[in-house]
């Protein structure tokens, strides 16, 4: 599996939400209130998708561009071309 990182961060994400409050609590007590609001925004992504139970290798590995449905997808041959008419 090329995407061991993801698939760690998918197995301990509490363990990943805790270190982030940690890091943006002594960010926002160095009053780095930028960096501890990005940190905090971590966290809220992560529980986010948690409590949704969506994984986070779908959502890097997915391929966005394929077809949901080849069904979907016309024949060749089966849409007749536009013709434009001549404006008088």
Same mark, same amino acid.
């Given at each position: +599996?090329?995407?061991?990182?993801?698939?760690?961060?998918?197995?301990?994400?509490?363990?990943?939400? @805790?270190? %982030?409050?940690?890091?943006?609590?002594? +960010?926002?007590?160095?009053?780095? @209130?930028?960096?501890? @609001? %990005?940190? %905090? +925004?971590?966290?809220?992504?992560?529980? +986010?998708?948690?409590?949704?139970?969506?994984?986070?290798?779908?959502?890097?590995?997915?391929?966005?561009?394929? $077809?949901?449905? !080849? *069904? !979907?997808? $016309? !024949? *060749?041959?089966?849409?007749?071309?536009?013709?434009? !008419?001549?404006?008088?």
């Amino acid at each position: +599996m090329g995407h061991k990182v993801l698939l760690h961060v998918r197995e301990h994400t509490w363990l990943w939400v @805790a270190g %982030f409050a940690a890091l943006g609590a002594i +960010m926002a007590v160095l009053r780095l @209130a930028t960096p501890a @609001a %990005f940190s %905090f +925004m971590v966290i809220g992504v992560l529980i +986010m998708l948690k409590s949704q139970g969506t994984d986070l290798l779908s959502i890097i590995a997915a391929d966005p561009l394929a $077809p949901d449905d !080849e *069904a !979907e997808v $016309p !024949e *060749a041959g089966t849409v007749a071309p536009r013709v434009q !008419e001549p404006v008088p």
